[in-house]
């Protein structure tokens, strides 16, 4: 530990992550803080990352963001969740959308009431009992008081740094250009001292936030603080990204498609769209990956389609001496679930909440670090599960559904299977209606579960899912359509 005030706070690299730092501390302890940016143009950052979960709502709400500048500037469109094609089965195709489905009782959730309904042959399909779901699919939006849908937002990366960058400097950011030669420690403490430019420049902190993307600059190239790996649970290992024309109407949804080796993102913004194919190197080569991505991509490419590598993992300790890692710099599970945004804000929310104003204390760090750690393994867990399930032939898949997974999913695998059995866990990002919507997406049929929709008559049952049903329909209808909505929403 060590007792030394803390004042001045440099951010090291200045993408998405360096920029919601400084953003949000800027806003929040502005005036107790002195804070730098660092950041190489020479560089860049890794310009993907543009489908964000409603978590995204609470951060911009967090540093006083005004949505519709936000909206604008970003090329933003809504998203209600995600479309899964592919996945358990060719053909298959579910929605894990960020609503609520059905009504659940204290007793039973709803989806016992559903798979009794099921079993009596009265029940539609699980998704027509979710507003967002049936929004989604209809291509149709709104936000505001009077439709209480639960969106996040498909966003350009690149405009959403350069937007937070216009926020933040305005509240004191030195921002500063150049690219880092050396991380300088103190050679008594082995914290860090300063960051050292290649112009000779030193930047002195008393906190340094490494955003510095998957190279980890601070927190491990220079504190060696490790990594576990967990490609061993999820294998992709390489995406290619291109960004191309839109070709239709902007869907408040992202398309995720299973391919043979991987899967394919589609998001789509105001003016293009953006694409990317996942694959694990193992099975599918670098140039079969581009072939496959320009043969399945719909609009004319407007970029280079452009490889990034990684590893899916984390940190062992997001917070090492003086440094926090934030980003990309401090684990990355794979895009599927558009969870790094969501890291990233949980993580400076965190930092702000336990800010080491009086000197940096091990069971601080030691607290920040095991709640960083629950939160991205069961992130973890949530994707595997995606790969987990699967019924399909080929020998990557295959690969997947027999390997051992971790215990932690293993249970809650078994308890759906046997019961029907759901939860969320304290503290845990996905939901109860997440779990369900994917676990039967995948297609784990549970064996039984609970016996309360029994106590109703068939007819009954069928009447009050009808209700419930029809009156999704109907507010479903009154929705304007997404990409009018949008229009609209960014004239006025
Ligand atoms: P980067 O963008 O890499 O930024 C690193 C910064 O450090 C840059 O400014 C760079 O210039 C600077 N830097 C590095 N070295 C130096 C140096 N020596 N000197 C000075 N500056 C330096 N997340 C989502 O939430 N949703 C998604 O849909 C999503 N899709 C993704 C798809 C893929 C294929 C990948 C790989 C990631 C995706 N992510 C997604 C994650 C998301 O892209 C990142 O969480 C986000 O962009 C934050 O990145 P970063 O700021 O940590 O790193």
New binding site residues.
């Given amino acids: 530990m060590t007792g030394r005030a803390v004042r001045k706070v440099v951010i ?9 730092v400084a953003a949000a501390l800027a806003k929040n302890l502005g005036t107790l803080l002195e804070i730098t940016l ?16 409603p978590t995204a709502r609470r951060f911009h709400e967090l540093i006083g963001l005004d949505e519709r500048d936000f909206v604008q500037a970003t090329q933003a469109s809504f998203k209600l969740g995600i479309a899964f094609e592919n996945w358990a089965r060719e053909g298959d195709r579910y929605f894990h959308s960020f609503g609520v489905t059905g009504r659940s009782t204290w007793m039973a959730d709803f989806h016992h009431i559903w798979l009794q309904a099921r079993e009596m042959g009265v029940a539609g399909e699980f998704g027509e009992y979710c507003l967002e779901l049936q929004a989604a699919e209809a291509n149709r939006f709104r936000s505001g008081a009077d439709t209480p849908l639960n969106y996040a937002y ?1 966003l350009d ?1 690149t405009a959403y ?1 350069t937007f937070l960058r216009g926020f933040a400097e305005p509240l004191g950011v030195r921002r500063v250009e ?4 050396e991380v300088r420690l103190d050679p008594e403490s082995g914290y860090i001292d300063s ?1 050292v ?2 112009d000779g420049q030193a930047i002195a902190g008393d906190l340094f936030v490494d ?5 980890g ?1 601070l927190i491990e190239e220079t504190l060696e603080t490790g990594y576990e790996d967990w490609t061993h649970w999820l294998a992709t290992d390489s ?1 290619l ?1 291109v960004q191309t024309e839109a070709t239709a109407p902007a869907r408040p949804y ?1 398309r995720a498609i299973a391919h043979h080796a991987g899967w394919q ?1 589609q ?1 789509p913004l105001q003016s293009r769209v ?1 694409n ?1 194919l ?1 694959y694990c190197s193992r099975f599918f080569s670098d140039d079969e990956a581009r072939a496959k991505l320009a043969e399945r991509v719909d609009g004319e490419m407007i970029t280079e389609p452009r490889l ?1 590598r ?1 590893r899916t993992g984390a940190r062992r300790k997001t917070w090492n001496r003086n440094c926090v890692a ?5 684990g ?1 599970v ?2 599927l679930e ?7 804000m949980i993580a400076v929310t965190r930092l702000m909440q336990m800010f080491p104003f009086d000197g940096v204390f091990d069971a601080v760090i030691k607290r920040f670090n095991d709640v960083s750690r629950s939160e991205i393994e069961a992130i973890r867990d949530f994707i595997i599960l995606h790969y987990h399930l699967n019924e399909r032939d080929e020998p990557f898949w295959k690969q997947c559904r027999e390997m051992d997974i971790p215990p932690s999913l293993a249970q809650r695998i078994e308890l759906f299977r046997e019961g029907a059995v759901a939860y969320q866990a304290s503290d845990e990002l996905f939901r109860l209606d997440s779990w369900v919507q994917v676990m039967l997406g995948q297609r784990l049929q549970p064996q039984s579960h609970h016996a309360m929709g029994r106590m109703m008559q068939a007819g009954q049952l069928q009447n009050a899912l009808a209700s419930l049903a029809g009156n999704i329909r109907e507010t479903v209808s009154n929705l304007p359509e997404h990409q009018q909505f949008l229009s609209q929403y960014c004239r006025s």
């Fill in positions: 090291a690299g200045g993408g998405t992550a360096g920029w919601m660092v950041e190489s143009d020479a560089i860049g950052t890794v310009g993907v990352g543009e489908s964000t979960i498909h990366a740094g150049g690219k880092i030669a960051l430019l290649e955003c510095t993307g998957f190279r600059l995406a990204a992202t993102w998001i953006g990317g996942v990034i990684f934030i980003g990309l710099a401090s990355f794979e895009p558009s969870t790094s945004i969501h890291l990233i």
